[in-house]
């Protein structure tokens, strides 16, 4: 989860690093996305989601919020380089950037990964896949993926962005070298752009295809970088309001109504869970699915991230405190969640064999309701006791 916080995966702090106000609507919406991907899990493992109608239908999609990571992560990271280059400014240490993702990610993933491994609660392949799982690269490594703690293959998706952004910064910068600022802008914009380009060609040519690893390739950050993109071109038209009369009142009237935007991000999302006819559960889809799918998860992000980081006020709703607080622990939510509902090697979790309950089987109430409610304490602990301090002390 983000992976990003963003993807969960960033502090929560009074400004951004480029000195701007911080948008508590970004946090109410990763935590309200961390708490879906929550129910969407929960609901799997009831067996819940392939059943007919149209809420079974709507919630086999809730994966979609792992898009709304990553297009958080994409704005909430690359904006402080934006503001740079086009105020040229010089960016900031590539290391020093790498360092504090550190921080941020793995001293509560090890610790999520080494208790889970000691409570049986999770298996890893052996030494190779402990490896794998260790450095958050098990997401580029075929059988590997879903090894660890399953749904942290975001979170190694994640680490690729963060390892390529700096880079990718540099090279904005060299490329707007002597342009003005709104042509840089412009500049930077359309760079982004190529992230979507690369992502849509490459899932079309090895989504289905006999190249190695291909059934993995969604995993990553090249098959995700559309993603990406989405918060990555919202930054750019935010820092463009700071050099361009017309840019501001874009910005103006197209946000005045954030709920518009989150009510079409909601009928996006049914016309996708419905008009499509994705597969669901486990099984893939055609080539022709997957870039519907991909397309359509797209819009549903965009419709989401771009009011929570855009607007002035991001809406009242997802700015609201308890959302904010839930955006705060909403990393150690996604790490941890899985633990109550899922089991190795085809096992129930210690929750299903407590009731005598069985995978797609189970009362989707209540174990969503003892999954939450767990989820949010153990969340809460890994930010409190661990990561807030982290935090403050490599600041």
């Known amino acids: 989860m983000e992976i990003a916080t963003h993807h969960a995966l960033d502090r929560p702090t009074a400004t951004l690093s480029s000195g701007r ?4 609507a970004a946090d109410g919406l990763r935590g309200v996305a961390a708490l879906l991907i929550v129910v969407y899990h929960t609901s799997f493992t009831a067996g819940t989601t392939v059943g007919p109608g149209l809420i079974p239908a709507v919630i086999a999609r809730l994966d979609v919020c792992v898009p709304v990571f990553f297009g958080l992560s994409g704005f909430l990271l690359f904006e402080p380089y934006v503001a740079r280059i086009v105020h040229d400014r010089p960016l900031a240490s590539a290391t020093t950037f790498w360092r504090r993702r550190a921080v941020r990610i793995f001293p509560a993933y090890w610790t999520a990964l080494a208790i889970q491994l000691a409570l049986g609660a999770i298996a890893v392949s052996g030494a190779v896949g402990l490896l794998l799982s260790v450095t958050l690269t098990h997401a580029y490594a075929g059988i ?9 293959w975001s979170v190694s998706t994640e680490i690729g962005y963060y390892l390529l952004l700096p880079l990718f910064a540099l090279l904005c910068a060299r490329m707007a070298r002597g342009w003005a600022p709104v042509q840089r802008v412009m500049l930077i914009a ?3 752009g190529s992230w979507i380009v690369i992502s849509t060609v490459s899932r079309a040519l090895i989504h289905g295809s006999s190249l190695p690893y291909a059934g993995n390739f969604r995993f990553t ?3 995700n970088a559309d993603y990406f993109a989405i918060g990555m071109i919202l930054a750019c038209l935010v820092v463009g309001t700071e050099v361009s ?5 874009l910005r103006l009237a197209l946000f005045q109504r954030p709920s518009l935007w989150y009510a079409a991000s909601l ?3 049914v016309l996708v869970s419905t008009q499509l006819g994705l597969p669901r559960g486990l099984e893939e889809g055609s ?5 519907a799918r991909q397309a359509g998860y797209s819009l549903v992000a965009l419709l989401a991230v771009a009011p929570a980081c855009c607007s002035l006020t991001g809406g009242r709703f997802f700015g609201s405190k308890p959302l904010v607080w839930l955006g705060v622990v909403s990393y150690g939510v996604y790490l941890w969640h899985e633990v109550f509902i899922t089991a190795p090697h085809g096992r129930e979790s210690f929750l299903l064999r407590w009731f005598g309950w069985h995978v797609f089987d189970a009362p989707v109430v209540p174990l969503m309701a003892m999954t939450i409610a767990g989820s949010l304490a153990l969340g809460a602990a890994s930010w409190y006791l661990l990561e807030r301090p982290l935090l403050e002390r490599f600041r």
């Open 221 to 223: 950050v090249i098959a």
């Open 190 to 192: 359309a760079m982004c």
């Open 21 to 24: 106000p911080r948008l508590p």
């Open 267 to 269: 009928v996006v999302l």
């Open 245 to 249: 009369p017309r840019i501001a009142a």
């Open 144 to 152: 590997y993926v879903l090894s660890g703690i399953s749904q942290a």
């Open 287 to 291: 080539t022709t699915q997957e870039l």
